[in-house]
């Protein structure tokens, strides 16, 4: 591999979230990229990965961001997508609580019109508060907001539970932030 592990998911989650444009590639309306096509184009921008590069960033990458379709041809990203793909999530329940950690600076915001996806396609959140810290601390120091999704679920608000155990939701409102 022509680079540390952490730079090839990070560029990637580049490609098959955000900016698959970046080396010429079209994801088709479920976010699937072909592996081959992948190869090919990464490759063009100078950066060389060979099938068992893809097959060791799926299967060891620390947050499993991405899975190969069942034939292997096709690769995508488990969520995160700022792009419009349609993952086709299974609809879940969600546990009574879940948490999202955001830094202090968002806090105000949130309070004021709940959690919104912002960029990407859900809001995301964590099934336990040492996940939400994480997800947090990369912006400063995180606060964890719990969010009674028990009680969302039963007012009819719909939870989807990504391959890699993010939960995802369309908005949060405030009255269900503790
Ligand atoms: C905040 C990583 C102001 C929200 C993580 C967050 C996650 C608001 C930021 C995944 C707001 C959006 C997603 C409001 C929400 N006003 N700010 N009303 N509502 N926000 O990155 O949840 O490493 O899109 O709190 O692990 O931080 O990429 O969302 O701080 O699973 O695989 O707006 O990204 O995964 O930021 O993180 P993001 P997130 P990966």
Not at 10 to 26: A, D, M, N, Y
Not at 45 to 65: F, M, S
Not at 89 to 97: G, I, Q, R
Not at 101 to 129: C, N, W, Y
Request: with cysteine.
């Amino acid at each position: 591999m022509n680079e540390p592990i952490k730079g090839t998911s990070k560029f990637l989650s580049l490609v098959l979230r955000h900016k698959p444009e970046t080396i010429g590639l079209q994801l088709d309306e479920n976010g699937w990229a072909n592996v081959d096509e992948l190869i090919t184009k990464c490759a063009a921008t100078g950066r060389i990965y060979t099938p068992e590069d893809l097959d060791e960033i799926v299967a060891t990458n620390d947050k499993k961001r991405f899975a190969y379709s069942e034939d292997k041809r096709r690769i995508r990203a488990n969520q995160g997508h700022s792009i419009m793909v349609e993952l086709n999530l299974p609809v879940t329940e969600p546990p009574e609580w879940l948490y999202h950690g955001t830094p202090e600076k968002f806090v105000a915001a949130i309070r004021a019109e709940g959690l919104r996806k912002m960029e990407r396609q859900h809001v995301h959140l964590s099934g336990d508060r040492e996940t939400a810290h994480k997800v947090g601390s990369r912006r400063g120091r995180p606060v964890i907001l719990p969010v009674h999704s028990g009680q969302m679920h039963r007012d009819g608000y719909v939870f989807y539970l990504s391959d890699n155990g993010v939960w995802l939701t369309d908005h949060v409102p405030t009255d269900y932030i503790d």
